[in-house]
């Protein structure tokens, strides 16, 4: 048995998981060296251009169908506009 940090006794092994280390604190055991996930590969779109004439036909081209919900941040620029449109 190990002692954590809050004083408890923590086993050193945990049967179907393996061994354990107990927590020391948050500035006890920092990670060593650099960790970086794998590149972003661009995609690109044929079509440059996503607008629609207008709300109608981006809610038609969404395919939104009864029982669906339209949700927007309406905080955006002139999303009280938008707000009022819908």
């Known amino acids: 048995m190990a002692v954590n ?5 923590i086993p050193n092994n ?25 590149k972003n590969r661009a995609t690109f779109n044929t079509r ?8 109608k036909a981006a809610i038609k081209a969404s395919g939104l169908q009864s029982g669906m919900t339209i949700s ?9 506009y938008v707000v009022n449109m819908v």
């Open 72 to 80: 927007f941040h309406h905080h955006l620029r002139n999303g009280d």
């Open 5 to 9: 940090a809050a004083g408890r006794n």
């Open 48 to 55: 440059t251009d996503k607008t629609l004439p207008n709300l």
């Open 14 to 38: 945990i049967p179907g998981y393996g061994d354990v280390l107990p927590f020391r604190g948050h500035t006890k055991r920092l990670p060593k060296g650099n960790r970086f996930g794998k």
